[in-house]
């Protein structure tokens, strides 16, 4: 399968548009959310466009600066996204120091903010994975063509897993369908009596370290420092605040304040 279709002698990405849609998907989340709080929607807006552009930059940044041997001698590709290589983590880090500049700027509450911002993020996460099943990355090691179908995972997948002869495991599908699911588990906190501010984001933090460290276990395309992963390194940061911020939901912090 080609990673793109030709429209009015253009190439388009199928990669792209996955993260386009996932963007929209998220857009229309979180501005749905940020309504349902009494946010104003040109505030939020900002919010979002920015926080995108920032987001897929940092991504990007991050990438390239774990690939710079490759990069240093292929300059021009470093522009070109729509070849793969935006990693989630970047985009989390770049996004989350604008937010909360933003968020200082215009006096709201912070943690308030990344719970409705979590909603749209991990929804985005599991639409833009699709991304990497058309550009045949994000794999994981090789494995037999009967035990894929044993995980009871789509033929279409598994064909598509079949790269130079050799099928592989598809780990961004498992990330995709797990991102889903932890979706619906954040849409059920969230309308819960009990609910807290802070709940949302902490189950996000904790959640989607778990599954991404799991993951990175089985992944042979991972960012390297040194010997370690660097997705697994980030992974246990991202758990050990998202614990952090789980136990000061409960308790008086004016970062918590309605």
């Known amino acids: 399968m080609k990673p793109y279709f030709i429209l009015l002698g253009i190439e388009i990405h199928y990669y792209s548009l ?4 996932g963007i929209v998907c998220a857009y229309l989340i979180i501005m749905k959310e940020a309504k349902n709080n009494k946010y104003k929607e040109d505030t939020i807006s900002d919010l979002i466009f920015y926080g995108i552009i920032f987001g897929l930059l940092g991504a990007r940044i991050y990438y390239v600066l774990f690939n710079l041997d490759y990069y240093l001698i292929y300059k021009e590709e470093i522009i070109k996204v729509w070849h793969g290589g935006l990693a989630i983590h970047g985009g989390i880090i770049f996004g989350v120091i604008f937010v909360y500049l933003f968020i200082k700027k215009h006096k709201l509450n912070f943690i308030k903010i990344l719970d409705i ?65 932890g979706f619906i588990i954040m849409i059920y906190i969230k309308n819960k009596k009990n609910n807290k501010i802070g709940y949302i984001s902490s189950f996000y933090l904790i959640y989607y370290s778990i599954i991404r460290f799991i993951i990175e276990i089985f992944r042979t395309d991972s960012l390297m420092i040194y010997k370690f992963k660097t997705a697994q390194i980030i992974s246990i940061i991202m758990f050990i605040i998202g614990i952090i911020n789980l136990i000061y939901s409960k308790k008086s912090n004016k970062l918590y304040k309605e």
């Open 18 to 21: 996955c993260i386009l849609l």
């Open 117 to 181: 911002l979590s909603l749209g993020l991990i929804l985005a996460q599991s639409i833009g994975r699709w991304g990497n099943f058309f550009n045949q990355e994000a794999y994981g090691s090789s494995v037999s063509y009967s035990f894929l179908r044993k995980l009871l995972i789509p033929k279409f997948i598994i064909n598509n897993m079949k790269i130079d002869g050799i099928y592989y495991l598809p780990t961004f599908y498992f990330e995709s369908i797990l991102c889903l699911i």
